[in-house]
Nanobody, 114 residues
């Protein structure tokens, strides 16, 4: 079966950076859109960034100019470069992929704290 595994989360100080990775494994091919979402305690899961098969990107307004989503189709991997992180962005970050059915990863914890 198709599985998504996130990595790269951890503890970072305010203003710091992290790079998240999400690798798709299994019998997936013809991956369409891939995206990153996050869920903070007591809040709904929200879209952070998404990239489609043509390389077009979509970002939440709150992260524009600071986060960059990219993908390596040969490795079936999507990345999220996060710069200038803020404490309120502490959350579990999840990736998903349309293969073409949407599959979710388990998430990786990002904690922004001094």
């Amino acid at each position: 079966q198709v599985q998504l595994v996130e990595s790269g989360g951890g503890l970072v100080q305010p203003g710091g950076s992290l790079r998240l990775s999400c690798a798709v494994s299994g019998s997936a091919f013809s991956i369409n859109a891939m995206g990153w979402y996050r869920q903070a305690p007591g809040k709904q899961r929200e879209l952070v960034a998404r990239i489609n098969s043509g390389g077009n990107t979509n970002y939440a307004d709150s992260v524009k100019g600071r986060f960059t989503i990219s993908r390596d189709n040969a490795k079936n991997t999507v990345y999220l470069q996060m710069n200038s992180l803020k404490p309120e962005e502490t959350a579990v970050y999840y990736c998903n992929a349309s293969v073409p059915l949407v599959v979710w990863g388990q998430g990786t914890q990002v904690t922004v704290s001094s």
